[in-house]
């Protein structure tokens, strides 16, 4: 008898692995049974890599001090058609850990990359709930009228939107080449008593790739890969975000 609780147990925590999770569908067959038990230990092995992962991001050090408090132009609160003057460290409010995305929208550009407004439109709905344990930010090159028009058009209202035309915050942290080219970087800072220190850039995008995968540096925050990759025909070769599909 407790032989069998312990086997009991064992099942139930998952320490047995796949073949112990008793799903089953109507009429499935036995090679997809055994191949989607093939499936589930590599998922269980993708989640423990990804907590892996995790915990070194989560332990890695304060970063160097941010060179100076950046000064972006934002909407002033109530008044779609005026500008504020913000420091970077007033984007902290009360949190000591601030996210900023670097968005592809610079003044050269005729339109904002259309895969980065995919990311802002998941982004933009999800703030309100970030927003409750970190502070968020989103910076573009172009001017703030320029940025505050697009959200506008976009019906985005929960992101904090800054302009870094003033300032050299993009090419600092990424965001931005030595030419001026855009690029989609998410970095995060901690505040430690009166010092903002950098914490983590999304450097994976300035690393090796794999044939046919792109960089992936900021799917953790982009849904609509992660949709896709449960599918049987995964990401596709092809396919990109378009800022409308009207038409």
Same mark, same amino acid.
């Given at each position: 008898m407790a032989k069998a609780r312990r086997k009991q147990s064992a099942t139930s925590n998952g320490k047995k692995g796949a073949k112990s999770v008793p799903v089953r569908f109507p009429n499935e067959r036995g090679d997809y049974r055994r191949k989607r038990n093939a499936l589930l230990k590599a998922e269980m092995a993708l989640r423990r890599q990804v907590e892996k992962v995790a915990a070194l991001r989560r332990n890695l050090p304060a970063g160097g001090v941010v060179p100076e408090d950046y000064l972006f132009e934002e909407n002033a609160a109530g008044l779609f058609d005026s500008a504020k003057k913000t420091r970077l460290s007033e984007l902290f409010g009360d949190k000591?850990? #601030?996210?900023? $995305?670097?968005?592809? $929208? =610079?003044? @050269?550009m005729e339109k904002p990359c259309p895969s980065c407004t995919s990311i802002l439109d998941a982004l933009d709905a999800s703030a309100g709930h970030i927003t409750?344990?970190?502070? #968020? @930010?989103?910076? @573009?090159?172009? *001017?703030?009228?320029?940025? %505050? +028009? /697009?959200?506008?058009? %976009? =019906?985005?209202?929960? #992101?904090? /939107? #800054?302009?870094?035309? =003033?300032?050299?915050?993009?090419? +600092?942290?990424?965001g931005e080449t030595e030419d001026g080219k855009q690029l989609p970087a998410l970095n995060v800072f901690v505040r430690r008593g009166r010092k903002i220190h950098h914490y983590y850039c999304t450097e994976l995008l300035f690393a090796p790739t794999e044939k046919g995968q =792109? *960089?992936?540096?900021? +799917? &953790?925050?982009? *849904?609509?890969?992660? &949709?896709?990759? $449960?599918? *049987? +025909?995964g990401r596709g070769g092809t396919w990109q975000p378009k800022l409308s599909y009207a038409g």
């Open positions: 000591d850990t #601030l996210v900023i $995305y670097s968005y592809m $929208y =610079g003044p @050269a409750q344990r970190v502070s #968020l @930010a989103v910076v @573009a090159k172009s *001017p703030i009228a320029r940025i %505050r +028009d /697009f959200a506008r058009s %976009r =019906g985005w209202s929960r #992101l904090r /939107f #800054l302009s870094s035309a =003033g300032n050299t915050y993009n090419r +600092d942290y990424r =792109g *960089p992936r540096h900021v +799917d &953790m925050i982009w *849904p609509i890969w992660n &949709m896709f990759d $449960y599918t *049987p +025909d």
